[in-house]
């Protein structure tokens, strides 16, 4: 199923925008409600401070001051306009004796609130709701309760006065969150910016552009992206590169046996007075061209499949000392028919975790190039050791050696120090490559100490034991190992 992905600058925007929105909403509510109470609250305490001095005057002046123009009365009705409600002064029986409002005077009132406070039950009673405050209070004299006094205020005044405000406030925050999404879309532009460019610059790389390189990045982590994909760009013009090589020289060391063929053929067919014998020469110089071609090709393959770490690759347990007697048994011959002595010497039974076919190619082209690169009557010593963690091979001999420039190019793929010697022995210059990649293949290592004229020495170290987690398939060479593949099948 395709997975539906979001662009970073729409996600950045859309929760920082949710999330401004939320908490500029929380905020407005909040004060708007925290600031409602507090002018409520204010409100019933000077409710109850005018409600005071009314009770007060009733107290000095009596109910008679209750009738129109009376001081009572007078107050009564000031606090009624004031607070946009009414007061009602109800007397011990019950009969109002002053309302400021739609005038029940002389009417009679009985409620459950007010019979409670007229008995002493409630001190006082206040209740409020969303639009009004309505307050019971007792008039007490020195005989006790003579009568209470209703007051109701309305809370629409402070109400209208509070949306117009907080309606004020409320455009300020719409105007401070529309500047809000601005810096935000700012911000996540500048921010997808740099991932705009690695972007841009890794759908060039893809096209094949692998020159360019990523400049200068504004935030650490986007440069430490950039650093990275810099530096898989110069390894990746520098696999193409080899790679180039690689094949440019593949062609050209398949082209000289072809080439020489050639000749040989040319030459036979236009000598007109060539004999058997004459044929017979030439045609065996063509198979000994062909031998190399084939040569060349099988040490090509051997080294697709070798290239590949740990690819491939058969581990088992193994006698390392068998196998090496079994390479010097081989080579022996070969040695013998330049009276070069051939020595083995093995320190002690070693059993290792190896791949002994593609080991005793690596070790027997060490062991035949101390021969191939050897004096006449010279001297080749092997070993064997190995302590707890590996196992060490030496090939040591005495012959041209190696000259310093030319000892980091040996293992180059069709490196040759002396092109016509190598060509002489059947070299193909991939020995040594070949030999190289099996030994990392066992996570090994492989040294070479030389001196020119002198001879050579080639240290091998392997471990005894392989750990598989370690062995990691190299793509590249993969990709390689599966094209040669395919053309074997092929052929
Ligand atoms: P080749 O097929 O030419 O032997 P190698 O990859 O095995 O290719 O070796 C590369 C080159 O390294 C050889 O051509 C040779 O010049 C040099 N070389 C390898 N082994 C020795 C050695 N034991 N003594 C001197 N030179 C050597």
């Known amino acids: 199923m395709n997975k539906k992905h979001v662009s970073i600058k729409s996600y950045i925007i859309t929760s920082l925008m949710i999330l401004l929105g939320i908490s500029h909403i929380a905020i407005f509510f909040a004060s708007f409600f925290l600031v409602r109470d507090r002018l409520k609250s204010n409100m019933l305490v000077s409710v109850q401070n005018e409600m005071g001095a009314i009770i007060e005057r009733l107290v000095k002046y009596g109910y008679e001051a209750c009738q129109d123009d009376g ?113 935000i879309v700012r911000i996540s532009k500048g921010t997808v910016n740099d991932l705009d460019n690695i972007n841009e610059q890794m759908t060039h790389a893809v096209q094949g552009n692998l020159q360019e390189r990523l400049s200068d990045q504004r935030f650490s982590e986007t440069q430490h992206f950039a650093e990275s994909f810099n530096e898989i760009l110069s390894r990746l013009s520098s696999i193409d590169q080899t790679r180039s090589e690689f094949v440019s020289n593949v062609s050209h060391e398949l082209k000289t046996p072809i080439t020489s063929m050639k000749v040989l053929a040319e030459s036979i067919t236009e000598n007109e007075g060539a004999d058997v014998e004459d044929y017979k020469e030439f045609m065996s110089d063509i198979v000994e061209e062909i031998d190399r071609e084939t040569k060349i090709i099988n040490d090509l393959l051997t080294l697709v499949k070798t290239d590949s770490q740990g690819n491939d690759l058969n581990f088992e347990e193994a006698d390392v000392n068998e196998m090496m007697e079994t390479i010097i048994k081989t080579v022996s011959p070969l040695a013998a028919r330049r009276s070069i002595s051939l020595e083995y010497e093995s320190f002690k039974e070693v059993m290792a975790e190896i791949d002994k076919v593609k080991l005793s190619l690596a070790i027997s082209n060490l062991v035949e190039n101390a021969v191939k690169y050897n004096i006449d009557s010279g001297w080749i010593k092997c070993s064997l050791n190995a302590d707890n963690k590996f196992f060490y091979v030496k090939v040591a001999d005495s012959g041209v050696g190696i000259p310093e420039d030319a000892k980091d190019k040996v293992f180059d793929k069709f490196y040759r120090v002396d092109k016509a010697r190598s060509r002489d022995t059947g070299g193909t210059g991939l020995g040594l490559s070949i030999t190289r990649s099996i030994i990392n293949s066992h996570r090994g290592t492989i040294k070479l100490y030389s001196e020119s004229g002198k001879g050579t020495t080639f240290t091998v170290r392997i471990p005894l034991r392989q750990d598989r987690s370690k062995i990691q398939t190299v793509a590249e060479n993969t990709v390689i190992e599966e094209k040669a593949d395919e053309k074997t099948a092929n052929a």
């Open 71 to 183: 001081r009572v009365s007078y107050l009564a009705d000031e606090t009624a306009s004031r607070y946009g409600g009414r007061v009602m002064i109800v007397s011990r029986d019950y009969e109002i004796i002053k309302d400021t409002s739609r005038d029940q005077t002389g009417a009679y009132i009985i409620s459950r609130n007010i019979m409670d406070v007229m008995t002493g039950e409630l001190q006082d009673k206040v209740s409020m709701d969303n639009s009004v405050i309505r307050i019971i209070r007792p008039v007490r004299d020195e005989y006790g309760i003579t009568g209470v006094v209703v007051v109701t205020a309305s809370l629409m005044m402070i109400y209208s006065n509070l949306y117009k405000q907080f309606a004020l406030i409320g455009a300020v925050i719409l105007i401070v969150f529309a500047l809000d999404i601005l810096i």
